[in-house]
């Protein structure tokens, strides 16, 4: 407990470092929103170092990367789970670009596989996409339709590349982000975490 609350306390004075609070000396509520941003940014930031700096000490750097990047291609438009606690956050990261791509990369995947999951992929980034969560959630149909349109076209390059791609091993290390990122979009998940599904429908 003591531990965290020390590095939020100190996410909280870099922020102040890097902000002026003169600038905002007469719109102290401007000066919170922007405080909060940076300090997102800084724990964010923070986050992913630690995954990268843990990753290149056990020798998996690049298996990560390839897995992170799979991830976040699917996920910038599919959306899907956030961890609410940033422990909870690093330690799931930690877990998924870390270990799993240790645990894998040495899996090697055919092009039959490749289709089989990418064929899954599809189907859950058609059926479930976007995804959203209580903090995020996405309201307007059209809007939803049109990332959905975006999730399946990000999906399919994303198969071709990992179809054309030599490497038996990055092969895996993509369908194993990809897979992460289906998911995290699942109403499943959302069910066995006790998270509140399609949180749009709440505004509209």
Same mark, same amino acid.
């Not at 609070?21 to 630690?50: F, H, M, P, Q, W």
């Not at 909870?88 to 670009?97: E, G, K, R, Y």
């Given at each position: 407990?003591?531990?965290?609350?020390?590095?939020?306390?100190?996410?909280?004075?870099?922020?102040?470092?890097?902000?002026?609070?003169?600038?905002?000396?007469?719109?102290?509520?401007?000066?919170?929103?922007?405080?909060?941003?940076?300090?997102?940014?800084?724990?964010?930031?923070?986050?992913?170092?630690?995954? *990268?700096?843990?990753? %290149?000490?056990?020798?998996?750097?690049?298996?990560?990367? #390839? @897995?992170? !990047?799979?991830?976040? &291609? /699917?996920?910038? *438009?599919?959306?899907? %789970?956030?961890?609410?606690?940033?422990?909870?956050?690093? #330690? @799931?990261? !930690?877990?998924?670009? &870390? /270990?799993?791509?240790?645990?894998?990369?040495?899996?090697?995947?055919?092009?039959?596989?490749?289709? #089989?999951?990418?064929?899954?992929?599809?189907?859950?980034?058609?059926?479930?996409?976007?995804?959203?969560?209580?903090?995020?959630?996405?309201?307007?149909?059209?809007?939803?339709?049109?990332?959905?349109?975006?999730?399946?076209?990000?999906?399919?390059?994303?198969?071709?590349?990992?179809?054309?791609?030599?490497?038996?091993?990055?092969?895996?290390?993509?369908?194993?982000?990809?897979?992460?990122?289906?998911?995290?979009?699942?109403?499943?998940?959302?069910?066995?975490?006790?998270?509140?599904?399609?949180?749009?429908?709440?505004?509209?």
């Amino acid at each position: 407990m003591s531990s965290t609350a020390e590095r939020i306390t100190f996410t909280e004075k870099l922020a102040d470092r890097l902000i002026s609070r003169e600038r905002y000396a007469e719109d102290e509520e401007t000066y919170l929103k922007v405080k909060y941003g940076v300090e997102v940014i800084l724990i964010n930031v923070i986050k992913i170092s630690l995954v *990268y700096i843990l990753a %290149l000490l056990i020798g998996v750097f690049w298996q990560t990367l #390839i @897995t992170h !990047l799979a991830f976040v &291609v /699917l996920r910038r *438009y599919s959306f899907g %789970l956030h961890a609410i606690k940033s422990l909870n956050c690093t #330690i @799931t990261s !930690l877990l998924m670009f &870390v /270990l799993g791509p240790f645990l894998f990369q040495s899996i090697p995947s055919t092009n039959w596989v490749v289709v #089989i999951v990418f064929a899954l992929v599809l189907f859950n980034m058609f059926r479930y996409a976007p995804s959203d969560t209580e903090s995020l959630p996405l309201i307007g149909l059209e809007e939803r339709n049109i990332l959905k349109k975006k999730a399946m076209v990000c999906t399919i390059v994303l198969f071709l590349i990992t179809l054309l791609v030599p490497s038996a091993e990055m092969k895996t290390l993509i369908m194993l982000g990809s897979v992460y990122q289906v998911i995290s979009i699942h109403p499943l998940m959302y069910k066995l975490l006790n998270r509140r599904y399609r949180n749009y429908e709440s505004y509209e």
